[in-house]
């Protein structure tokens, strides 16, 4: 068995395939076996979200699945809380929980009611478009009753122009795509400040958003 590589700096690699080798979550497995690119775009969504949550104390992700991208999120937090409503993703979480990299993951329906703990940061990645557009409302506002007066809410999704293009795969349960006006138009309800952002695969910018393939909409400054 070969012990040691020929630059040394990679010897990391083997020392810590010994001690632990990380596996896929359920979703991301599905993802890199039947459409690999997609995750680096996922993985680009949780990036953004981190370097705009950096170096808050308290984030709460809804929705996670399998929190495969979430690791990203708590690089650059300080505490993390992660939920999703299917109690099947959540014990894949907790079984594949990092030491090096904890955070608290349960189960929880954002419908039924929000989260205690005021945090400063509320994040959904590819969770509303599955919410069917009657009771948006309700799933936005338990998100706003999530976060602490100062808070900021970030949510993340598919574009409505998008989904002619999209696979059947990826657009399965997308009840609630919206246009950039309308995403903008749902977060103002609930922040006096939103900002829109396009992206177009991995890359995030401020394009016309009837261009982009996926939306970002940030609000600061609740309303009361």
């Given amino acids: 068995m070969i012990t ?26 599905q993802v890199w076996h039947d459409d690999p ?21 308290r984030v709460l992700e809804v929705g996670c699945a399998d929190a495969f991208g979430t690791r990203v999120v708590r690089q650059e937090v300080k505490a993390l809380t992660a939920t999703d409503f299917d109690p099947v993703f959540v014990e894949d979480v907790n079984r594949r929980m990092d030491p090096t990299w904890p955070f ?10 929000p989260v205690s703990g005021a945090f400063d940061g509320v994040y959904a990645v590819d969770v509303i478009e599955h919410i069917h557009a009657e009771d948006e409302d309700r799933f936005v506002g338990n998100m706003v009753k999530s976060l602490g007066p100062h808070g900021i809410c970030i949510l993340g999704s598919p574009s409505l122009e ?46 016309y958003h009837k261009m982009a393939h996926y939306l970002f909409a940030i609000g600061s400054d609740r309303r009361a």
């Fill in 162 to 207: 998008s989904q002619t293009y999209a696979s059947p795969g990826s657009k399965a349960g997308h009840v609630n795509c919206k246009s950039g006006d309308d995403f903008r138009g749902l977060m103002a309800r609930y922040f006096h400040n939103v900002f829109l952002f396009s992206m177009n695969d991995e890359v995030v910018h401020t394009g």
């Fill in 37 to 57: 690119r997609r995750l680096g775009f996922v993985l680009a969504r949780y990036k953004f979200v981190s370097k705009m949550f950096s170096g808050m104390n």
């Fill in 4 to 29: 040691h590589t020929k630059e040394p700096q990679y010897d990391r690699c083997l020392e810590l395939a010994e001690q632990r080798r990380s596996e896929f979550g359920l979703m991301s497995n």
């Fill in 104 to 113: 608290d993951c349960f189960t929880h329906d954002m419908l039924s009611g």
